[in-house]
Nanobody, 123 residues
Framework: QVQLVESGGGLVQPGGSLRLSCAPSGNIFSINAMGWYRQAPGKQRELVATITSGGTTNYADSVKGRFTISRDNAKNTVYLQMNSLKPEDTAVFYC?????????????????WGQGTQVTVSS
């Protein structure tokens, strides 16, 4: 019922910038919160940034001052602007959304994940 399509990953040099996008699709009634997580090889998936429906943001300490999460409420799309990228930012980035879906007869709240997009920071 719900898909999160991510885009914007790629290869960038240290100090460079990338912007990730996450576009939900499906019978979404509302989105409670959206966020970005990342997982590097051999490491657990970790929170990068989140944003609530009210616009409240939260960032991992490692990205504060460098990354900015934002939403286009009309499109239900979330973005992650990443500046001053470091090699340790290299990971697969996953979009996450806690959504309420409308099936026509019922509604449900689901925790939904995108397929991931690779971000590589290397010289």
């Amino acid at each position: 019922q719900v898909q999160l399509v991510e885009s914007g990953g790629g290869l960038v040099q240290p100090g460079g910038s990338l912007r990730l996008s996450c576009a939900p699709s499906g019978n979404i009634f509302s989105i409670n919160a959206m966020g970005w997580y990342r997982q590097a090889p051999g490491k657990q998936r970790e929170l990068v940034a989140t944003i609530t429906s009210g616009g409240t943001t939260n960032y991992a300490d490692s990205v504060k001052g460098r990354f900015t999460i934002s939403r286009d409420n009309a499109k239900n799309t979330v973005y992650l602007q990443m500046n001053s990228l470091k090699p340790e930012d290299t990971a697969v980035f996953y979009c996450n959304a806690v959504v309420t879906i409308n099936t026509g007869s019922n509604s449900y709240t689901l925790n939904t994940w995108g397929q991931g997009t690779q971000v590589t920071v290397s010289s």
